[in-house]
């Protein structure tokens, strides 16, 4: 499993497009999901916690799963962190893990799944009943919005429609949709959703 994240772990906390983004995604988080002091959250490709810190201080725990050992290694050295959150460097979809959560929560990382199907279906079989999922990525675009030929991207987006049925399929009810920030690039924006459901 290579770490694609490795050269950019040091300065990404640095960078003004994650910061913009774990903000905005931060901001509409608190609009549209409730959390509270007894929720076990499990944040899917933490990176290096920009979002998990905003979440960590209403909940009870969190499971700060990545592929990326460098980003996690990153989240880990967060002293106000280190009560709250565990660290687990994973790729779920192919191998669960032993817990179920109250809620998870993600940012910018389903566009590096190659298969969303599979992913909603682990979401699902890692939520509690009546559990709650709210998950942040871009709306359908180009394909510009990341360098050319860069590895370990496989969608441009996703559109809504096509999303939400994905995320139905797998079981979930409750699927609803904000646009929680719009990102500008070289005079091109980008917007960012955040879709919520529930098991």
Known sequence: MSDLFKDKAQEWDQLPIPMQISQG??????????????????????GTGLVCS????????VYAVDISESMLSKLSEKEELKDKVEVICQDITSQGLDLTVDVIVSAMAMHHVADTKKLFEVFYQHLSEGGRLALADLDKEDGDFHPPHIEGVYHAGFERKVLKQIVID??????????????????????????????
Do not use: C, R, W
């Not at 905003?54 to 009870?60: E, F, H, S, Y």
């Open 25 to 46: 995604v931060g901001q509409a988080l608190n609009e549209h999901i409730i959390l509270n002091n007894k929720d076990v959250v499990l944040d899917f490709g933490a």
């Open 170 to 199: 797998a079981g979930f009810k409750d699927v609803e949709f904000h646009t929680a920030l719009t990102v500008n690039k070289v005079d091109k924006k980008y917007s960012i959703f955040l879709m919520s459901a529930t098991k």
């Open 54 to 61: 905003q979440i960590a201080p209403k909940v009870a725990k």
